[in-house]
């Protein structure tokens, strides 16, 4: 993988950006200048007038007002608010799953992905006092399941939950974080660690010194090695990855099976 990077784009460059539908370069990145940010040092005129205070045509400090506290309810088709995604998150993990299911980490508990406020029922889209409902989605990794329950926020009830194997969303936080430890840990993020000492000078070793994002990996037929052949019905993850505020680092290759914790490498044909 190292041998990627140097070869398309070397080590670091001047100036590059991510492009699209999975290409993954190495590129600086160039931060913001502190000038003017610290004028203490300035010259004596600008202490003078420090000194001096504020003349008789000065404009008196702003104020700062708080923002408006967030609605606790939400009313329509509104965002959900803060407050709504938290009961949600809290009504669907109740019951069963919340014992039997299984984390991206192996930890009791299926693996939140995230919560949309759901479309209206037939015929509710018009009625102003329609309820409210919202979908959230976790994946099981103990069955390899998406699991879909939509809860009324009204009455504070799951109306029904639906399952689906062999269906794969964009991977949460937590899972293209735990992607990473993985890759990390395997001789295959060999050239990963390599390319992060090279350009800090400090070894990798945790995910959070690393940028990171990622999509889910789908096998199609003969186009990848064997091991991956499960990926879409098991949780597979490409990586795109950067060192913080500092190149990217070329990943695309590699594919980490999240259920079976392997990684494995793309034919590059």
Known sequence: MRETVHRHLGKVLTAAALAAAGTAAMAAVTLPG?????????????RAARQAG???????PGVVERP?????????????TDDEIRRVGEIA??????ATGRDVAGERGPQRLGVDLAEPEAGQADDPDAPRRADMTFYDYETDTLVTKVVDLRSGKVERTGTQRGVQPPPSRAETAEAARILIADPLGAGLRADYEDATGTKLTAPDQLTLSGGSYLAAPGAQP??????G???CV??????RNGPWIDTRDLVIDLSAREVA?????
Do not use: Y
């Not at 502190?34 to 600008?46: E, F, I, P, V």
């Not at 993990?93 to 919340?98: E, K, N, P, Q, V």
């Not at 490409?238 to 060192?243: E, G, I, Q, T, W």
């Open 34 to 46: 502190t000038a003017g940010a610290d004028d203490s040092t300035g010259g004596g005129g600008t």
């Open 233 to 235: 019905v098991h949780r």
């Open 68 to 80: 408006p506290a967030e609605h606790r309810e939400g009313t329509g088709r509104d965002p959900l």
């Open 93 to 98: 993990a109740a019951g069963r799953l919340s």
């Open 226 to 231: 064997a091991v991956l052949d499960a990926c």
């Open 265 to 269: 490498a793309l034919d590059r044909g």
């Open 54 to 60: 504020p003349g008789p045509d000065a404009v008196p």
């Open 238 to 243: 490409r990586l795109f990855s950067k060192v």
